[in-house]
């Protein structure tokens, strides 16, 4: 099991480097970051609030673009190779194929959350409730497009598939707060614990967002039960 999950992992690095449009998406949102957080420095800096408000907006889109879009682009092209095929007929099982493709991402979102509120610099007072929110959002996002990559049949499906995904990951939080009724749909969606944490901030209470607590988990369990039913149909083809 190990050497095949080091296997795997070294054919996802060698896609990586290889493929400079990942690169690039992987290292884009730290300068977009960068962008906006000199926009606030010459606009004399807003102070918490605008900075709180550029992290709702940085935050998702780092994930989405530095974590999710790059997971759909690899599976996709280790389709077109018939990689995927030839891994799962090799003896690869289902699950170190999933886990494989989850170690890097995963890696990537603890850097982005470390990083982002450091180059805004915003301080975490709860650490864990921080650590805990952006955790379970990003294990979303990137089950999401672990899916998306699954289920489309090549990069250009895969791509096109993504950019609403990525607008709706990244605008969900902004979009909350201009109606009551779009408010509620964010709070049953994946990003309404998140939107909630950021837009309370000091004064969040695990007590208030049982609801989207609750929605977030259960979008972490059916994003994995449909992760497994997918890759459990492709070992049987």
Partial sequence: MFKRMSALLWLRLQIIFSNKSILLQILMPFAFVYFYKYLLDTQGNGGEQQALALLAICLPFSLVMAVGNPITVILSEEKEKRNLRTLLM?????????????????????????????????SIDNLLNYSVIILLTSIVIIL?????????????????ISIPAMLLVAFLPMVANLDKSVAKVVDYSFMGLFTEYVTKWEG???????????????????????????????NRI
């Fill in 90 to 122: 090799s003896g690869v099982k289902g699950y170190e194929y999933l886990a494989s493709t989850l170690v890097l991402p995963f890696f990537l979102t603890l850097i982005i959350m470390g990083t982002v509120p450091l180059i805004l610099g915003i």
């Fill in 144 to 160: 999401l497009y672990l899916f998306l990559g699954l289920v489309t049949r090549s990069q250009v499906e895969a791509q096109i």
């Fill in 204 to 234: 969040f209470s695990w007590g208030e967002t049982i609801q989207t607590s609750l929605s977030l988990v259960s979008w972490v369990i059916l994003l994995i039960i449909c992760n497994f039913l997918v890759i459990a149909k492709k």
